[in-house]
């Protein structure tokens, strides 16, 4: 029998979770830029833009855009690491990556850019491959998050490093109050009239809950042999880039 897991504040199966995430980004695969635009109010491009100046990359890299959704690092990743450079767009979700695959085509990126269809807890990658790994907004979606981050740990070259993009617990009291009506009460009836969908968007409220805060994502990924991990709090903690290296 499956063990049980959270899918936001309810315990299912890992099996059902499995199929209801994917089904979650299924719904919203369409919509998702559109929604993500309106519901940070455009400030995701300023979490990723800051995302982009932590990675250091140069011409030449390799690079995992892990849940790399519709692909807006991957877009900015083909043009740092030039001609010579591989970037590969992977996500769990066909949906995802076909909605990703179209918008990055039309945009006339094509030459150092593979698609990948991927789980995160069991990447289909050579050892010590990549020189940069990139997880936005994907983590919390994981079951096993150690599994996940002991794979893309195997799957960097020494000296490489890991970057985790993700929502997180706001620092600030009153913050953390205004950011829960909006996620409970706003962010659905949103999905609602948008996407014609309430419920994804209940569940991407419940599940940034259920993600791990800052300091134990921290240890997180030091247990699986990260080191000099660190973080930066963006928005008052509402989300939080956890970076790390393989020595």
Known sequence: MADNTHFGFKTVSETEKEHLVADVFHSVADKYDLMNDLMSFGIHRLWKRFTIDCAGVRPGQKILDLAGGTGDLTAKFSRLTGE??????????????????????????VNNIRYVQANAENLPFPDNHFDLITIGFGLRNVTHKEQALASMYRALKPGGRLLVLEFSKPTNVVMSKLYDFYSFQVLPKMGQLIAKDSDSYQYLAESIRMHPDQETLKSMMESVGFEQVTYHNLTQGIVALHRGFKF
């Open 84 to 109: 010579n450079g591989e970037v590969v767009l992977a996500d769990i979700n066909d949906s995802m990556l076909k909605v990703g695959r179209e918008k990055l085509r039309n945009r006339g990126l």
